[in-house]
């Protein structure tokens, strides 16, 4: 580590390889932001001590067998709850990197660094192609591949951790054609698998912690209108509260509009591209960034904007009238013994609407 961190800062990225031969060969060949975790699978303990090299990027370089596979798996399970960008790097067939060096020279191995894909994408190809012969079946084995390996990987309760869970949940449904809640009903049901498969291993003490919610779906459509089309957030401001926002990120995205909005003349005669960029500007989190990139996009897709905004601020208010009463039936149902009483409250709920 101490020799690639001065190389991994001048490339932008540190590469990990499987053996210390191939370490030892790439420095030689002087490609030296290489390191290797000495035989054993990458773990979240490697992960903090790539991060203290200082650079966002970590490109695994793996050999294209089934071992190769195995620890691109591992390695994105253990990503995905870490705040480091992960990349793949997959080698020719039959070679590690210290023979591609010795059989093919330096610059075959800078080829392959260089054509390194981001590590959801790269299992996504990987599905992908394996399941395209398979129709609406190859799709639903192709998400639950994916998902099953997210759905390993420790929980991420701040603010950073739900943008990222839904970027990832967002990549998914667009590449595999999925519902978006499809895909959040299933990562959530893969996740209870996994914690009950884990207190079965663990004996009794051991406990599930809670999945985070995704947003609402009134919360994420007002996003997406928002950021597609900024002159209407003067009506979104006018009518829905940010408090009223559960989704954290969903929240600090539409609250950065608000903010644009009460500044100067508002963003009713800003070109919609330049307030998009006005406020990316002003966010310190590149994932919130992204997020938002592609939250425009799906709003971007949708006619009749205007409409759209009015049945969201419809939908919050319907749901402002309606939440304190549902919220009371919850907490009776909380101290409720008896089947039948709670029967009537679980009816009382379901017409709280």
């Known amino acids: 580590m101490d020799q690639a961190r001065q190389p991994a800062a001048k490339a932008g990225y540190v590469a990990v390889v499987e053996g210390y031969m191939d370490v030892l060969m790439a420095h030689q060949a002087g490609i030296a932001q290489v390191v290797a975790p000495l035989g054993t699978a990458v773990n979240a303990r490697h992960v903090q001590n790539l991060r203290r090299v200082g650079v966002p990027r970590v490109v695994l370089v793996f050999d294209a067998d089934a071992g190769g596979q195995t620890g691109v798996d591992r390695a994105l399970e253990v990503f995905v709850s870490q705040d480091v960008e992960l990349a793949v790097a997959a080698l020719p067939e039959g070679l590690d990197p210290c023979d591609l060096l010795v059989q093919q020279g ?6 392959v660094l260089a054509g390194a894909v981001d590590a959801l994408e790269f299992k996504l190809n990987q599905v992908a192609a394996r399941e ?120 600090e995205l539409i609250q950065g509009l608000y903010d644009l909005q009460a500044e100067g003349a508002g963003l009713a005669h800003v070109p919609a591209e330049k307030a998009f960029e006005m406020l990316r500007a002003r966010l310190e989190d590149s994932r919130l960034a992204t997020l938002a990139l592609e939250m425009r996009a799906i709003g971007l897709q949708q006619p009749e904007r205007q409409t759209w905004l009015q049945r969201i601020v419809e939908e919050f208010q319907r749901k402002h009238r309606t939440e304190p009463a549902r919220q009371e039936i919850k907490n009776q149902l909380r101290g409720v013994a008896d089947d039948s009483a709670a029967l009537e409250l679980l009816r009382r709920l379901q017409t709280a609407t």
């Open 106 to 111: 330096t610059e075959a191995f800078r080829a």
């Open 132 to 251: 395209a012969a398979s129709g609406i079946e190859g799709r639903r084995r192709a998400a639950d591949a994916v998902l099953g390996v997210i759905a390993l990987a420790p929980e991420m309760a701040d603010s950073a951790g739900a943008i990222k869970q839904q970027l990832i949940v967002t990549r998914i449904t667009q590449r595999l054609a999925l519902k978006e809640e499809s895909v959040w009903a299933r990562l959530k049901e893969l996740r209870l698998q996994a914690r009950s498969r884990e207190r079965k291993n663990a004996g009794p003490a051991s406990s599930a912690p809670a999945v985070p919610n995704p947003p609402a779906p009134e919360e994420k459509e007002l996003l997406q209108v928002l950021l597609a089309e900024p002159a209407l957030v003067r009506v979104s401001a006018a009518e829905i509260h940010p408090g009223q926002i559960q989704h954290p990120a969903t929240r």
